[in-house]
């Protein structure tokens, strides 16, 4: 476009651009007259000196641009171009802040998947968030312009400094990568990789409070939309903005001198410790002012890199500090493993080296943007821009075509007068007056629908607005005011008030529709009301769905007035369990547990199976005046028994996981301490709460008699803070500080009432209860031990001497010990009925007498565990190679081998009971005789490992020492497979189910597998295997094959037909997590353990990533047509295109978490078995749309409880699932309705 040279025509690009504001034109106005400004280059001057143009703005209108507002923003500058786009810097108009706009090129919009995975990638972009991050606000869109709006920071990035500068001081430089390093972590946290960290993208700007250095990381969350247009344009390159390092598309993704070499290798195998790599290349350019391997920028020199060579260049370096070199070696580490295996453990390596690390005078960073170091383009040069400005004009043309076409007619209109042509000069006049009328400034508010609210607009003293200033909704309302500015003033119930001003002109019509943000105290209230009024409406059927999501939106919004209103009307009811909404008329048994047919309740045994983390007990607690044992299991499941015949009392689920326990005397109440910071006391036979303390954390203490509650109060880098609470009405009665900035470590209480308080390194301290000051203390003691009747006081010196105080004597600051045991270690155990004080010295168990402070005997020599006092004796549990107890009695110690299959962790002896309880690490207890040291019984027979078969029809369990086979029609075992099974071991049908594989978990080798033919009940020869360890098995359809992945990253295929491994498939970049089979078994999807997925062509021995997703996958499953692909992740479903290798959608399943997922015969539904004891069933066309929509949702456990797997029977018409508490569920599909089996 040529110049402007013409004064007029130059103003009138400067009226139509509307950068100024009505008084800086009438004030330009004013000052072409006066001076007068004869040309446009001294209006130009004129302006910029004033601030009301930057430079670049006017460079473009006397370039001959008028348009410069893209949406809600006024263009201010360019900050650079590249093949992705061009990036501007502008000013929101409504907040009046600057921001980055990064525009895509225009032949990147023609492609309509690569602008849907710009705004997938963008969506994740804005989640990030961070002080080392560049904040992304919002991705938008004008016509065919699609733009990323992104935080604006003033500074030049690494790339402009170290060209200023060639390198930089030691401290600055580490300074810069630790800084760029923590907000890595951040983005390691949310799942993302950069894979192009450079100079060029670490943004140096100056701290205005300190002046210090602050980096943040720029172009996160893009890498792989560049993947994308890689290969739809191999010959683009890109340039990020202030910087000059090019990254070429087609040869490499990255930039070759910063590339780790396993990216070079395959640019998606790439995880955290590639960025890693990529900063110590960073750190190494910094420091030196050169790269680390100049002239190495092809793909093979980068992977053909060998290891120690980094070691040796950096060596060879004296700028860089003796200290400094380990550590940047191992950031430059070739093998992935050997480098930090999260950036804010390489931060923490970094700090002693940014000690006084500051920004020198000499490093121009700019701290406030100035007008005049923004570019001056040249539009010849940069076609980009060129086409970025063409796009623009097309979005205001109409207005254009409107504005010029009233000169014209007046024009016509003078010439018709001139020949006296009164009537055409009429017509023209009124086609005139009829265009002005209809072009006249106009402003369109876009209401929603059935719905009214207030509005106003106003213009100086001006306003426009409906009587009461309500606005009808449902449609649109329009205002007719004067050429200029006007502010629009909108309030609706339950959002946020809108204050917007606008900009019209003559031919200029805006259309504004607001973005509501929702206030967050009105949508609070109104869910709240809503779910009352479903509770009060149907209280008998309101403990199933309903109940549980009013219980989970009250966790959620825990600590507002809402919360309360929501907890009376969930108090009301009087249903503690979930009921089903069918009548249950067959139940799979397994063992002695299910779901009872009368009652129709559910009932959870202690352990549901977790792979890894095994159910134990968190407590194992007897009540003081009742005969009756209760186990805490870390699964949040609590079982009560009685001691006298062994049988179970209830069972029932907490909300959070327990950290301990103990019973209330007299009430028959259990006390429960969870890690969400509540105590709860509920009814140990029901489960219901009788009262909820919120805000107490562990340690916590009864008094004597168990009349108070001592608690711990602190929130977050606050001093701790003891409390007691009146029992059982929870009205707290004192509080008072510890004193102490650190924890509290334990807590105890006296016989005459006195808290005695344990804190991390800062002594022990014994507290008046009354006024809370500190009575005695001992400020290098450690582990205080109250005996059980409150009697005696035991603490421990530094120096290993035992001190014990008689807590009758009164408390004075000069408290005086009776006794002083040098070196007896620790206190562990308190007899009183045999005036005794057991210690604990190294690995040694040491007795002294409390009447004469003597030392009696050694009566252990390994580490004890637990420890209980029974009738005959003391009995000990021994940290020792085999699970075993010691059992002490006056003259004699005597060692009992247990035959557990578990260390006891846990030991109680009730009183009365004649019986030793004890917990494992294993899931389940044991009760033995204290007589006899016999076995009464053991609790422990669970479900896992168990597995159904595909078509739902067979179930494996362990049983015992065998793994039987079970009919799930008629709950028979069928087959038993005489095979001892270790904790570990899981179990694995072949899709025909007539082969069983039984392979070792996490730690087993490879030896251990087995497969087994259940027809015959033979094992299956596989001859010699593969060395390593099993980390994923999948059958082939048709069970002739089996594929094994190895944590080698190596993916086996065995051949089951010929006894021998088929060969070597594939490698992958990381340890494998999960494999399938496709229906027709031609491929095999794959996931990773570095959040990659990839699906593997078995014929064209091939292997392609399935884009879209970085997310670590438990399981897969193909639809049965093999079109779709089905990924479970813990608290979402990932749905992917096969022949597109692409995702189509991802879910988030609120409130659960998923374990298995299935779909129908016609792949139009699918079944996702949930943590939360629920079966839902989802619409697969709503979810592909991207509205997900349950079909149906049927609860088959109480909250808490897991279904682990579901099937699809072969004909279709039932879903079998494989459930938590120890039962199978077969529910019939009849017309998109599930029911239970007649």
């Given at each position: 476009?040529?110049?402007?040279?013409?004064?007029?025509?130059?103003?009138?690009?400067?009226?139509?651009?509307?950068?100024?504001?009505?008084?800086?034109?009438?004030?330009?106005?004013?000052?072409?007259?006066?001076?007068?400004?004869?040309?446009?280059?001294?209006?130009?001057?004129?302006?910029?000196?004033?601030?009301?143009?930057?430079?670049?703005?006017?460079?473009?209108?006397?370039?001959?641009?008028?348009?410069?507002?893209?949406?809600?923003?006024?263009?201010?500058?360019?900050?650079?171009?590249?093949?992705?786009?061009?990036?501007?810097?502008?000013?929101?108009?409504?907040?009046?802040?600057?921001?980055?706009?990064?525009?895509?090129?225009?032949?990147?919009?023609?492609?309509?998947?690569?602008?849907?995975?710009?705004?997938?990638?963008?969506?994740?972009?804005?989640?990030?968030?961070?002080?080392?991050?560049?904040?992304?606000?919002?991705?938008?869109?004008?016509?065919?312009?699609?733009?990323?709006?992104?935080?604006?920071?003033?500074?030049?990035?690494?790339?402009?400094?170290?060209?200023?500068?060639?390198?930089?001081?030691?401290?600055?430089?580490?300074?810069?990568?630790?800084?760029?390093?923590?907000?890595?972590?951040?983005?390691?946290?949310?799942?993302?990789?950069?894979?192009?960290?450079?100079?060029?993208?670490?943004?140096?700007?100056?701290?205005?409070?300190?002046?210090?250095?602050?980096?943040?990381?720029?172009?996160?969350?893009?890498?792989?939309?560049?993947?994308?247009?890689?290969?739809?344009?191999?010959?683009?390159?890109?340039?990020?903005?202030?910087?000059?390092?090019?990254?070429?598309?087609?040869?490499?993704?990255?930039?070759?001198?910063?590339?780790?070499?396993?990216?070079?290798?395959?640019?998606?195998?790439?995880?955290?410790?590639?960025?890693?790599?990529?900063?110590?290349?960073?750190?190494?350019?910094?420091?030196?002012?050169?790269?680390?391997?100049?002239?190495?920028?092809?793909?093979?020199?980068?992977?053909?890199?060998?290891?120690?060579?980094?070691?040796?260049?950096?060596?060879?370096?004296?700028?860089?500090?003796?200290?400094?070199?380990?550590?940047?070696?191992?950031?430059?580490?070739?093998?992935?493993?050997?480098?930090?295996?999260?950036?804010?453990?390489?931060?923490?390596?970094?700090?002693?080296?940014?000690?006084?690390?500051?920004?020198?005078?000499?490093?121009?960073?700019?701290?406030s943007p100035v007008p005049s170091q923004i570019a001056r383009p040249v539009l010849e040069t940069q076609p980009q821009l060129e086409e970025f400005f063409r796009r623009l004009d097309a979005t205001a043309e109409p207005v254009r075509r409107w504005s010029h076409a009233a000169p014209s007619i007046l024009k016509w209109c003078r010439s018709l007068i001139a020949r006296r042509d009164v009537w055409g000069a009429v017509a023209a006049l009124c086609l005139l007056l009829s265009g002005l009328w209809l072009g006249r400034p106009s402003v369109t508010v876009v209401l929603p629908a059935d719905e009214s609210l207030q509005g106003r607009l106003q213009q100086g003293e001006t306003h426009w607005s409906p009587p009461d200033s309500l606005l009808p909704g449902g449609g649109p309302w329009r205002v007719w005011p004067r050429a200029g500015e006007v502010e629009l003033v909108l309030t609706r119930e339950g959002f946020l008030p809108i204050r917007q001003e606008i900009r019209v002109g003559w031919f200029q019509s805006p259309v504004f529709e607001a973005e509501w943000q929702p206030d967050a105290t009105a949508v609070r209230r109104g869910e709240v009301d809503r779910l009352v009024a479903r509770l009060a409406a149907v209280p008998q059927n309101s403990s199933g769905d309903l109940r549980h999501a009013a219980e989970q939106y009250a966790r959620q919004i825990g600590g507002t007035a809402e919360t309360r209103d929501l907890a009376t009307a969930l108090a009301r009811l009087a249903v503690p369990f979930d009921t089903l909404s069918f009548k249950t008329e067959r139940l799979i048994r397994l063992g002695d547990v299910g779901l009872g047919p009368a009652s129709r309740q559910v009932v959870q045994v202690v352990g549901?199976?977790?792979?890894?983390?095994?159910?134990?007990?968190?407590?194992?607690?007897?009540?003081?005046?009742?005969?009756?044992?209760?186990?805490?299991?870390?699964?949040?499941?609590?079982?009560?028994?009685?001691?006298?015949?062994?049988?179970?009392?209830?069972?029932?689920?907490?909300?959070?996981?327990?950290?301990?326990?103990?019973?209330?005397?007299?009430?028959?109440?259990?006390?429960?301490?969870?890690?969400?910071?509540?105590?709860?006391?509920r009814d140990a036979l029901t489960g219901a709460v009788h009262l909820n303390l919120n805000g107490i954390r562990p340690p916590w203490a009864l008094s004597p008699g168990g009349s108070e509650l001592w608690g711990v109060r602190a929130d977050p880098g606050e001093t701790p803070r003891i409390g007691a609470w009146e029992l059982p009405s929870g009205r707290l009665l004192r509080e008072f500080s510890t004193g102490a900035t650190r924890p509290v470590q334990s807590l105890q209480v006296l016989l005459t009432g006195h808290p005695v308080v344990e804190t991390e390194w800062g002594g022990v301290t014994v507290h008046d209860p009354a006024m809370g000051q500190a009575v005695v203390h001992w400020p290098r003691a450690s582990g205080p031990l109250v005996d059980p009747r409150g009697e005696w006081l035991a603490v421990s010196e530094p120096v290993e001497d035992v001190l014990v105080y008689p807590t009758a004597a009164p408390l004075a600051k000069e408290w005086n010990a009776s006794f002083s045991f040098e070196s007896a270690g620790s206190p562990l155990a308190f007899l009183p009925d045999e005036n005794l004080l057991l210690t604990r010295s190294g690995s040694r168990v040491i007795s002294y007498e409390l009447a004469h402070g003597q030392e009696v005997r050694t009566l252990l020599d390994v580490p004890p565990l637990a420890i209980t006092t029974a009738p005959s004796g003391v009995v000990i549990a021994a940290d020792d190679a085999l699970p075993q107890w010691f059992r002490w009695e006056p003259g004699s110690v005597r060692r009992l081998e247990l035959g557990s299959p578990g260390r006891l962790r846990h030991l109680l002896a009730p009183a009365g009971a004649g019986q030793i309880w004890g917990a494992c690490d294993r899931p389940g207890f044991e009760v033995w005789n204290d007589s006899d040291n016999s076995r009464v019984t053991r609790n422990g027979e669970w479900l896992w490992p168990a597995t159904l078969d595909e078509a739902g029809l067979r179930l494996a369990c362990r049983q015992g020492n065998t793994i039987g086979i079970v009919d799930v029609a008629t709950g028979e075992t069928r087959v038993s497979l005489p095979h001892q099974v270790e904790e570990q071991e899981i179990l694995s049908f072949s899709a025909t189910g007539e082969r069983l594989a039984v392979r070792g978990g996490w730690g087993v080798f490879r030896s251990s597998l087995e497969v087994w033919d259940l027809s015959t009940a033979s094992k299956i020869p596989l001859g010699n295997l593969p060395q390593g360890r099993v980390s994923a098995l999948a059958w082939k359809p048709d069970d002739s094959a089996l594929a094994l992945a190895h944590d080698d990253r190596q993916v086996w295929v065995l051949d089951l037909q010929q006894g021998g491994p088929e060969s070597r498939t594939v490698e992958l970049p990381s340890l494998v997590r999960a494999i399938e089979f496709s229906a027709d078994g031609l491929s095999l999807a794959i996931a990773c353990d570095d959040r990659t997925n990839w699906l593997y062509d078995l014929v064209e021995k091939r292997l392609d990533p399935l884009a879209g997703a970085l997310a670590r996958v438990e399981r897969w499953r193909f639809s049965r047509d093999g079109r779709l692909l089905l990924g479970v992740v813990n608290d979402r479903v990932l749905l992917f295109s096969v022949p597109r290798q692409k995702l189509l959608r991802s879910y988030t399943v609120v409130d659960f978490g998923v374990n298995d997922a299935v779909f129908s015969m016609t792949s139009e539904e699918m079944a996702l078995a949930t943590n939360g004891g629920r079966l839902e069933i989802w619409d697969v066309a709503d979810l592909r749309k991207g509205v997900p929509s349950r079909r149906e949702v049927v609860p088959l456990g109480p909250p808490g409880a897991r279904l682990w797997e579901v099937r699809l029977t072969p004909e279709g018409r039932h879903l079998v699932t494989l459930n938590g508490n120890a039962t199978v569920s077969v529910l019939r599909r009849i017309d998109t309705a599930a029911q239970t089996v007649d």
């Open positions: 476009m040529a110049p402007v040279t013409d004064l007029l025509r130059f103003l009138r690009l400067v009226r139509q651009s509307h950068l100024l504001s009505e008084s800086q034109w009438d004030r330009l106005q004013q000052s072409v007259s006066d001076v007068p400004l004869r040309t446009p280059a001294e209006v130009v001057e004129c302006l910029i000196s004033r601030g009301a143009l930057t430079d670049w703005q006017a460079q473009m209108l006397l370039a001959g641009r008028r348009n410069f507002t893209l949406g809600k923003y006024r263009i201010e500058g360019l900050l650079g171009t590249g093949a992705v786009g061009t990036v501007f810097l502008a000013r929101q108009t409504g907040l009046d802040r600057q921001v980055a706009l990064k525009v895509l090129a225009h032949d990147v919009c023609q492609d309509e998947d690569l602008v849907a995975r710009f705004q997938r990638e963008t969506q994740s972009l804005a989640a990030l968030n961070g002080p080392h991050l560049v904040t992304a606000f919002d991705a938008e869109s004008q016509g065919d312009l699609h733009y990323l709006v992104m935080e604006y920071i003033p500074g030049a990035d690494l790339g402009k400094v170290l060209r200023q500068r060639h390198k930089l001081p030691v401290a600055l430089a580490c300074e810069c990568i630790r800084q760029a390093l923590l907000g890595l972590q951040t983005a390691a946290e949310a799942g993302l990789v950069h894979r192009d960290l450079k100079p060029g993208n670490l943004l140096l700007s100056r701290n205005p409070e300190t002046g210090g250095p602050v980096v943040r990381i720029l172009d996160f969350g893009l890498a792989k939309f560049r993947v994308e247009l890689a290969r739809s344009r191999p010959n683009a390159r890109d340039i990020s903005p202030g910087g000059d390092d090019l990254t070429q598309y087609g040869v490499l993704l990255g930039t070759p001198d910063y590339m780790s070499p396993e990216q070079a290798r395959q640019t998606l195998s790439a995880d955290i410790r590639s960025d890693l790599y990529s900063l110590g290349c960073t750190l190494f350019r910094l420091l030196t002012g050169e790269v680390l391997f100049p002239g190495e920028r092809s793909r093979a020199e980068i992977v053909r890199r060998v290891a120690g060579r980094e070691r040796e260049i950096i060596e060879q370096r004296p700028e860089i500090p003796s200290g400094l070199k380990p550590v940047l070696a191992r950031f430059l580490a070739v093998d992935p493993a050997a480098r930090y295996p999260m950036p804010r453990d390489a931060a923490r390596a970094l700090e002693p080296f940014c000690a006084g690390a500051r920004l020198e005078e000499g490093t121009q960073v700019s701290s549901n199976g977790e792979r890894q983390a095994w159910n134990r007990a968190v407590a194992l607690v007897a009540s003081p005046d009742r005969p009756w044992v209760a186990g805490i299991s870390i699964d949040q499941t609590v079982q009560v028994w009685r001691t006298d015949d062994l049988s179970r009392l209830s069972a029932w689920v907490l909300p959070a996981r327990p950290l301990s326990a103990g019973f209330l005397p007299t009430s028959g109440h259990l006390l429960v301490a969870l890690d969400n910071d509540q105590v709860e006391i």
